[in-house]
């Protein structure tokens, strides 16, 4: 993998393997990719430390801190607290939710390693931590992936890059941003997964897709179901006996393109219609074709 910029190769950032949201000391964690060997680890104060600006992540599951702090108080932290320091302050970079815990826990004293590092690599430090072990809800992804892209000038492309995901990935992530309001909190508090959001993003229209939300929370609607609502909204209505190689080769085309792709034949004519979401996609989208 190529060199991301942060003054570390990406491989040492972003590890291969899946890595627990949970303090586990015989797994590699997010720390072990991040930090030299010759960095020291030390014990300071918890309140001298104070939160990341730059953290993505803004809900912490309740019953996840609950048995978090349990386990610190048992056997401590296990793995140090990433910070910055300037003029004797300490910033988090990593591990928010210890720090959260080991307060809870009553610990007055917290194992940290200290590392240089600007904004940029303080947003992106925090994201890939989360990222990496699956702490984040679509929305605060999402919201992170813009930050990077509004604040720090970076393409989609590059935002994939430095956290190991695909391009098409952080495109479809970004248009969660799209729904609104009541769709995007009914998606952080879990009424909805993001399969189902992304069913919803193909309504037209924020009270066609406010409708489509309301009725997949009524009758508990799966993809499948959602979909064949969409349909019906748009005035596309499938028989329940359509061509089953039709279907199978939208769906040899939906993943390599990497987006939506219906085929609406009539005898052996037809189109092959291609969905995309923004100028950057389209040209991609035309480079796969080509």
């Known amino acids: 993998m190529t060199n991301s910029g942060l003054g570390r190769g990406l491989g040492s950032l972003i590890p291969k393997l899946n890595v627990t949201d949970y303090e586990d000391a015989k797994r590699p964690s ?35 801190m609950e048995d978090l702090v349990d386990s610190i108080k048992t056997h401590g932290i296990l793995q140090p607290l990433i910070v910055t320091e300037e003029d004797g302050k300490y910033q988090l970079i990593a591990g928010e939710r210890r720090l959260k815990a080991a307060r809870v826990a009553g610990l007055l004293k917290v194992p940290i ?15 890939i931590e989360n990222v990496q072990r699956q702490n984040l809800n679509p929305i605060e992804e999402a919201v992170a992936y813009k930050k990077l892209i509004d ?9 994939g890059k430095r956290v190991g995901k695909k391009r098409a990935t952080v495109a479809n992530s970004l248009r969660m941003l799209d729904l609104p309001q009541i769709i995007k909190e009914g998606l952080v508090s879990r009424k909805i997964s993001a399969g189902l959001a992304k069913v919803i993003l193909s309504a ?78 389209l040209d991609e989208i035309i480079k796969k074709i080509i």
């Open 30 to 64: 997010f720390e072990d990719k991040v930090l030299d060997i010759s960095e020291r680890v030390l014990q300071i104060s918890v309140n001298d430390i104070s939160s990341n600006p730059y953290q993505p992540r803004k809900s912490f599951e309740s019953s996840d």
């Open 113 to 127: 390693i200290v590392r240089n590092a600007e904004n940029r690599e303080k947003l992106e430090l925090a994201l």
């Open 151 to 159: 604040e720090f000038n970076l393409t989609q492309e590059e935002v």
């Open 204 to 281: 037209e229209g924020e009270q066609e897709r406010i409708k489509l939300y309301n009725k997949i929370i009524k009758f508990a609607l799966t993809v499948h179901k959602a979909e064949a609502e969409v349909r019906k909204i748009k005035g596309i209505i499938e028989s329940d006996n359509k061509d089953v190689e039709i279907a199978e080769k939208e769906d040899s085309l939906r993943k390599v393109l990497g987006t939506k792709v219906a085929i609406n034949k009539n005898g052996p004519r037809g189109q092959v219609v291609i969905d995309f979401y923004s100028n950057q996609e």
